[in-house]
């Protein structure tokens, strides 16, 4: 038992544990919050094509540091986020306009996106291993300054997702009865868009460009098996989110493992889980009454 304490007590006073344990665990609540907005939009696929846009916005953020002599991946996430930002938009203006399916806008996003990427990030002098850490994850290179951008950002993304919930899910739930009520559809699906990409940017620490799309629908997919509204959805997405997170880390300091894959293997398993359990729940509350 000794061992284990000690154990424990090692790791969390480890600072690059504490950082990685608190990028987690905010990226974890905040990224279900816009996740409910976009499965309810039917749009679970969104944060997979903007990851691949803010791939080539990484690559762009290398090659302008370069070019202005600046520590190699300086400007990486502000590449991603404006990158990220502008292809929602995009997505969004393109999705509405009628004149392209949103399946084939997300694909077009999805092949530009992870080739300029690729391309880029070998013109910026960049290697396969600086790749891999931006499409998988690499939290055991986390800074002070990579947390604070982490909690700012996260923070913008609650307080515009909270802040708009009633107009963001009036234009997720209905969009033409919203439009009728005259709610400004068109700039809400943007903000909308526009959160998803914060929070795409936010999360491809923790889980990778790749994967970042498992951290905002696959909790919301778990609580929807049981929820009874939108909002208790959104609520226990959150916390499913953030927990899921920090055990994902702890159980990936223990055993070695990939700490962005282990945390999405982890949600698959719950969402599993609950998907098994629920059916005999409903039978052993229905031979109740």
């Known amino acids: 038992m000794s061992e284990y304490l000690e154990y424990w007590s090692a790791m969390l006073s480890d600072p690059l544990v504490q950082r ?18 976009l499965v309810q939009r039917r749009l679970a696929l969104l944060g997979d094509g903007i990851g691949h846009v803010a ?14 002599g600046l520590a190699p991946g300086a400007l990486a996430i502000p590449g991603a986020v ?5 292809g929602a938009v995009v997505i969004e203006l393109v999705r509405s306009s009628g004149r392209t399916s949103g399946d084939l806008a997300l694909a077009l996003m999805f092949y530009g996106g992870i080739a300029g990427g690729a391309a880029l990030i070998k013109v910026a ?24 951008t982490g909690v700012i950002l996260a923070g913008l993304i609650l307080a515009i997702g909270l ?32 959160l998803a990409a914060l929070t795409v940017t936010v999360a491809m620490r923790v889980v990778g460009l790749l994967l970042v799309s498992a951290l905002m629908i696959v909790p919301v997919a778990i609580t929807q098996l049981w929820a009874r509204s939108f909002w208790r959805t959104m609520g226990w997405a959150a916390l499913v989110g953030a927990v899921t997170g920090a055990a994902g880390l702890v159980a990936s300091y223990w055993y070695g493992l990939p700490p962005g894959a282990t945390i999405v293997v982890l949600a698959i398993a719950l969402y599993a889980l609950a998907a098994i359990s629920r059916p005999v729940f409903e039978r052993v509350r229905s031979s109740r009454r």
């Open 55 to 68: 791939l080539t916005g990484v690559a762009l953020g290398w090659l302008i540091g370069a070019g202005m």
């Open 82 to 86: 404006v990158a990220a930002v502008v």
């Open 163 to 194: 802040a708009g919930r009633w107009a963001l899910f009036a234009a997720a739930s209905d969009e033409d009865f919203a439009k009728a009520s005259g709610l400004p559809t068109g700039f809400w699906n943007v903000v909308s868009a526009a």
């Open 125 to 148: 002098g960049g290697t396969s291993a600086t790749l891999v850490a931006y499409l998988f994850g690499s939290l055991s290179t986390l800074s002070r300054a990579d947390v604070a």
């Open 20 to 37: 990685a344990l608190a990028v987690a665990i905010i990226v974890g609540g905040a990224a279900p919050v816009v996740g409910t907005y």
